[in-house]
């Protein structure tokens, strides 16, 4: 039985799903998983599952008194097309949720008199470049640069990763017995879009990646909201996992900073639909371009400079697009659905 134990928010979620199949594997923590929807049939198993919000105080509350965590991973959220449909709701989820769970952890280490480790998934939605010709100009982006997003999911990102700041060195300043140690070790990164083969993503601005593959995985034709043209940086969800991982282990003296990049690769609408296209030679991709969400990416990096990632803690991409696709994209997409068409035509007969 682990003694040590994680809180993994948003549990059901894409990065949700693969860092509770990473801590189950690995046997070394006990897992509690807080999501507001069911869990997954295939998680049950590998976890202790609390239904809930991440806005319900008193839930929370309960959650730390009961159980004594070395990592808490934040995932739970809502992202950027999604939140563009109800701005004043995911502000709520994103930056009220958020501030609960950093304060929920600060009290708990304050009790326990112990840092907690905490994890923030942020996202290049924290960038927003003007113009499509800066876009194309300005290359690969440092953390520094263009911190003016335009969604309500990137300002919420953005304010969060300063809120984790705030947290962890000056919470309570003029406090007269305001303690004078970090009770929270915040530790984030920013992700690019991020394709997974086992999840689909719902609510997202680079979901046109990911839907790509799977459609045609399924037979199904697919039209996309962006241009063909249209770049982004991605990795898979295997890396994003590896690099949360990796981040939470890092030594806090090997840290320079507290939000890093990562990226794997660059690559425009077309080139996936291309890669897409040289496993399924049938597939049917389509463009019928959504203005708003186009608008959305276009304010995105084409590309992020992830150089601090590499050499405070190793951050080093599993994959080039390629392999990504070969090695690990096709084989699982491809025996996902197989299964998945066996299955039903199993429950038929
Ligand atoms: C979204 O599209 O909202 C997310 C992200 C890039 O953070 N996948």
Same mark, same amino acid.
């Given at each position: 039985m682990p003694s040590k134990t994680v809180l993994i928010t948003g549990a059901n979620g894409e990065i949700g799903h693969g860092l509770i199949n990473f801590?189950?594997?690995?046997?070394?923590?006990k897992i509690i998983a807080l999501d507001i929807h069911d869990i997954d049939d295939t998680l049950t198993d590998k976890c202790s599952f609390i239904k809930g919000s991440v806005l319900d105080e008193a839930l929370l509350e309960?959650?730390?008194?009961?159980?004594?965590?070395e990592y808490v991973f934040h995932l739970a959220g809502i992202l950027s097309t999604g939140g563009e449909k109800n701005p004043l709701f995911a502000h709520q989820v994103n930056v009220t949720g958020s501030l609960n769970l950093l304060n929920f952890t600060r009290l708990a280490a304050k009790k326990r008199e112990e840092k907690i480790t905490f994890l923030f998934p942020s996202s290049i939605a924290a960038y927003g470049i003007p113009t499509l010709e800066q876009k194309k100009k300005a290359g690969k982006i440092s953390e520094e640069q263009y911190l003016f997003p335009i969604t309500m999911y990137g300002c919420n990102?953005?304010?969060?990763?300063?809120?984790?700041?705030?947290?962890?060195?000056?919470?309570?300043?003029?406090?007269?017995?305001?303690?004078?140690?970090?009770?929270i070790d915040f530790r984030s990164i920013r992700f690019p879009g991020i394709i997974s083969a086992e999840t689909i993503p719902t609510g997202g601005t680079s979901d046109y990646g990911p839907e790509m593959v799977h459609s045609a995985a399924q037979g199904k034709s697919y039209s996309c909201f962006v241009r063909q043209d249209t770049t982004l940086p991605f990795v898979v969800m295997p890396e994003a996992v590896d690099a949360l991982i990796k981040l939470s282990e890092a030594k806090k003296s090997q840290l320079t900073r507290q939000v890093y990049n990562i990226t794997s690769f660059s690559v425009s609408a077309s080139q996936i639909a291309g890669e897409v296209k040289k496993y399924f030679p049938q597939a049917s991709i389509s463009y019928s371009i959504d203005p708003n969400r186009q608008k959305i990416v276009d304010s995105w990096p084409g590309d992020v400079d992830d150089t601090k990632a590499r050499s405070d803690?190793?951050?080093?991409? !599993? /994959?080039?697009?390629? @392999?990504?696709?070969?090695?690990?994209?096709?084989?699982?997409?491809?025996? !996902? /659905?197989?299964?998945? @068409?066996?299955?039903?035509?199993?429950n038929s007969s």
């Amino acid at each position: 039985m682990p003694s040590k134990t994680v809180l993994i928010t948003g549990a059901n979620g894409e990065i949700g799903h693969g860092l509770i199949n990473f801590f189950a594997q690995d046997g070394s923590h006990k897992i509690i998983a807080l999501d507001i929807h069911d869990i997954d049939d295939t998680l049950t198993d590998k976890c202790s599952f609390i239904k809930g919000s991440v806005l319900d105080e008193a839930l929370l509350e309960h959650i730390f008194e009961k159980y004594s965590f070395e990592y808490v991973f934040h995932l739970a959220g809502i992202l950027s097309t999604g939140g563009e449909k109800n701005p004043l709701f995911a502000h709520q989820v994103n930056v009220t949720g958020s501030l609960n769970l950093l304060n929920f952890t600060r009290l708990a280490a304050k009790k326990r008199e112990e840092k907690i480790t905490f994890l923030f998934p942020s996202s290049i939605a924290a960038y927003g470049i003007p113009t499509l010709e800066q876009k194309k100009k300005a290359g690969k982006i440092s953390e520094e640069q263009y911190l003016f997003p335009i969604t309500m999911y990137g300002c919420n990102k953005l304010y969060i990763e300063h809120m984790g700041r705030y947290f962890e060195a000056f919470y309570g300043l003029l406090e007269p017995h305001r303690d004078t140690y970090p009770l929270i070790d915040f530790r984030s990164i920013r992700f690019p879009g991020i394709i997974s083969a086992e999840t689909i993503p719902t609510g997202g601005t680079s979901d046109y990646g990911p839907e790509m593959v799977h459609s045609a995985a399924q037979g199904k034709s697919y039209s996309c909201f962006v241009r063909q043209d249209t770049t982004l940086p991605f990795v898979v969800m295997p890396e994003a996992v590896d690099a949360l991982i990796k981040l939470s282990e890092a030594k806090k003296s090997q840290l320079t900073r507290q939000v890093y990049n990562i990226t794997s690769f660059s690559v425009s609408a077309s080139q996936i639909a291309g890669e897409v296209k040289k496993y399924f030679p049938q597939a049917s991709i389509s463009y019928s371009i959504d203005p708003n969400r186009q608008k959305i990416v276009d304010s995105w990096p084409g590309d992020v400079d992830d150089t601090k990632a590499r050499s405070d803690w190793g951050w080093k991409p !599993r /994959y080039s697009f390629e @392999s990504a696709f070969a090695e690990y994209l096709m084989p699982a997409v491809i025996e !996902r /659905y197989r299964c998945s @068409s066996l299955k039903k035509c199993q429950n038929s007969s």
